[in-house]
């Protein structure tokens, strides 16, 4: 079956813009997470979402990153007036509820550059 | 200090060698624990959780200390395609004995087997 999908594969914009980044999670899964992943570097936790309410946003850097999942499946990510220092590759992990050992599947990913 | 922390190589080994990984946690109250294999420009994906019974899937042996918390990968006959990044993970879970999955990844070590 179709995994996750993430949209744009890449996004290109300047200091100080808007940005989206979608995730579709597989059909199904409950839990959705978002994690940032900087070169060199592991994934970073960013927000956890069980159903349609954000349960964790501890991982959010700052007021200019926010997400939402309004309907309990699609997510979006929305980072306002972009930094340098955003850029990073965006993953999306969903998993069919909250059993300790339920396998978290990850998207491709979204590569922010922000020049 | 890093919650979970890895040696991050890089390590370049031959065909058939044998190479482990080590990883150390601070987080007494890891509840999960895990290997990812991350391949260069794509998402992590499961390589094996880790028991504290030490487990095997095949050529690679994970193996978890709780009283040291101490992680360690075994790579047993490597191959060219075994060439990744591993992803050492751990999830603390929460009170109420679920684990609704915050990943908490290390650095990653870089594998390279060479013919």
């Known amino acids: 079956g179709a995994g996750v999908s993430q949209t744009p594969s890449n996004k290109v914009t300047e200091k100080g813009k808007y940005v989206e980044l979608r995730c579709d999670p597989i059909s199904g899964h409950t839990a959705l997470y978002w994690y940032r992943q900087s070169l060199g570097q592991g994934p970073e936790f960013l927000i956890y979402?069980?159903?349609?309410?954000?349960?964790?946003d501890s991982g959010l850097p700052n007021d200019r990153f926010f997400a939402v999942r309004p309907e309990g499946s699609v997510s979006t990510l929305k980072i306002q007036r972009t930094e340098r220092g955003d850029s990073a590759v965006y993953l999306c992990a969903s998993r069919f509820g909250t059993r300790r050992g339920n396998e978290q599947f990850f998207g491709p990913g979204t590569r922010l550059t922000v020049l | 200090r890093k919650e979970v922390e890895q040696d991050p190589g890089p390590f370049n080994v031959p065909e058939g060698a044998t190479v482990a990984f080590n990883c150390t946690y601070s987080n007494s109250a890891s509840q999960s624990f895990f290997w990812y294999r991350q391949d260069c420009r794509k998402e992590p994906k499961l390589l094996m959780s880790v028991y504290s019974s030490g487990n095997e899937d095949g050529r690679f042996t994970a193996q978890l200390n709780r009283a040291s918390q101490y992680i360690s990968l075994l790579i047993r006959d490597s191959k060219l395609s075994d060439s990744a990044t591993y992803l050492c993970v751990v999830n603390i879970g929460d009170a109420g004995g679920t684990s609704y999955g915050k990943l908490t990844f290390g650095q990653g070590t870089i594998l390279t087997v060479h013919p």
């Open positions: 979402f069980q159903g349609t309410g954000a349960a964790d």
